[in-house]
């Protein structure tokens, strides 16, 4: 009898479906986003199958769906992007993770809510996680630029989160037809309203404040290519963007901070010496999302 039942027991255990043990999470680093702004939802699947999984690619094992609704239920379409632009192999025993963009992957064209549906699929089982539950907002705007000669449309413009107030520059064609790119600039107090101004190379000038004591200074090419950003202390009651005959701007009455977060190898400019004037001398925006 002992036997029988252990016979019973290893053979209920070998046929436990592959998918239950599998380990998936998934995660949203905000639950809102500004209008084309990237939407990345990270997903972690921990294998301890015993065999390897296989995401896209010729012979996939395992696979991921996506669905993307709205408040009124309805479905967003999905654009041509693929959703695994490399195939994803996660051997026995590995912890691996991945993003998905849902702006890339989905026509998210309108500023309403919205709910991601995730399932995982192996050996046959499915396994549905929670919905993802986020916001697109329109933003507040804080001034455009456009520039006839490179077709370019600068928009500064901040969106609220739980964290605070995020600014961000939107890169659109002239007309503000077509979205280009959206970059995430930092936090910002809007007490005291940002700056953008044009020099007479057509270089787009941005100062802003994240605190009483402490300013953020950008600068772009006129076709939108980020240059740098400088973290900067007020000496003056308020400094402001000053024309400047060699950098089209500067800011007199500042001083020069060490970059909040290293600049990336290979894109650093000398460091600046602490104290020195405010002039553009470090920094490397990061974060541009290229929209299709």
Same mark, same amino acid.
């Given at each position: 009898?002992?036997?029988?039942?252990?016979?019973?027991?290893?053979?209920?255990?070998?046929?436990?479906?592959?998918?239950?043990?599998?380990?998936?999470?998934?995660?949203?680093?905000?639950?809102?986003?500004?209008?084309?702004?990237?939407?990345?939802?990270?997903? #972690?699947?921990?294998?301890?199958? @015993?065999?390897?999984?296989?995401? &896209?690619? #010729?012979?996939?094992?395992? =696979?991921? *769906?996506?669905?993307?609704?709205?408040?009124?239920?309805?479905?967003?379409?999905?654009?041509?992007?693929?959703?695994?632009?490399?195939?994803?192999?996660?051997?026995? @025993?590995?912890?691996?993770?991945?993003?998905?963009?849902?702006?890339?992957? =989905?026509?998210? *064209?309108?500023?309403?809510? %919205?709910?991601?549906?995730?399932?995982?699929?192996?050996?046959?089982?499915?396994?549905?996680?929670?919905?993802?539950?986020?916001?697109?907002?329109?933003?507040?705007?804080?001034? !455009?630029?456009?520039?006839?000669?490179?077709?370019?449309?600068?928009?500064?413009?901040?969106?609220?989160?739980?964290?605070?107030? #995020?600014?961000?520059?939107?890169?659109?064609?002239?007309?503000?037809?077509? !979205?280009?790119?959206?970059? !995430?600039?930092?936090?910002?107090?809007?007490?005291?309203?940002?700056?953008?101004?044009?020099?007479?190379? &057509? *270089?787009?000038?941005?100062?802003? %404040?994240?605190?009483?004591?402490?300013?953020? %200074?950008?600068?772009?090419?006129?076709?939108?290519?980020?240059?740098?950003?400088?973290?900067?202390?007020?000496?003056?009651?308020?400094?402001?963007?000053?024309?400047?005959?060699?950098? @089209?701007?500067?800011?007199? &009455?500042?001083?020069?901070?060490?970059?909040?977060?290293?600049?990336?190898? @290979?894109?650093?400019?000398?460091?600046?010496?602490? &104290?020195?004037?405010?002039?553009?001398?470090?920094?490397?925006?990061?974060?541009?999302?290229?929209?299709?």
């Amino acid at each position: 009898m002992k036997n029988k039942l252990l016979l019973i027991w290893v053979f209920a255990f070998s046929a436990l479906p592959l998918f239950a043990q599998i380990e998936v999470k998934r995660s949203m680093q905000h639950d809102s986003f500004l209008l084309y702004e990237s939407i990345p939802v990270r997903v #972690e699947i921990r294998n301890v199958s @015993g065999g390897t999984l296989q995401f &896209g690619g #010729e012979e996939p094992n395992a =696979y991921l *769906r996506f669905v993307v609704r709205n408040t009124r239920n309805q479905v967003i379409h999905r654009t041509d992007v693929p959703l695994y632009d490399t195939m994803w192999v996660i051997p026995d @025993g590995i912890r691996s993770a991945r993003n998905f963009d849902l702006v890339q992957l =989905y026509q998210i *064209r309108n500023a309403e809510s %919205y709910r991601c549906e995730i399932t995982l699929i192996a050996d046959g089982e499915q396994w549905k996680l929670d919905p993802l539950l986020f916001a697109v907002k329109n933003g507040t705007s804080h001034g !455009t630029v456009r520039r006839r000669s490179t077709d370019r449309s600068f928009s500064l413009i901040s969106v609220n989160r739980k964290s605070g107030d #995020e600014l961000m520059l939107r890169l659109s064609d002239y007309r503000e037809q077509t !979205t280009l790119a959206t970059y !995430t600039l930092e936090r910002v107090m809007l007490f005291i309203p940002p700056e953008m101004r044009v020099d007479h190379n &057509g *270089r787009v000038h941005i100062l802003f %404040y994240q605190s009483n004591r402490q300013m953020v %200074y950008c600068r772009f090419h006129g076709d939108g290519r980020p240059i740098i950003r400088q973290y900067l202390r007020p000496t003056t009651q308020r400094p402001r963007l000053v024309e400047h005959e060699e950098f @089209g701007f500067w800011v007199p &009455g500042a001083e020069v901070l060490e970059p909040l977060d290293p600049v990336p190898a @290979g894109d650093a400019a000398p460091p600046a010496a602490a &104290g020195a004037t405010a002039e553009p001398v470090a920094g490397v925006i990061s974060d541009a999302l290229e929209l299709q």
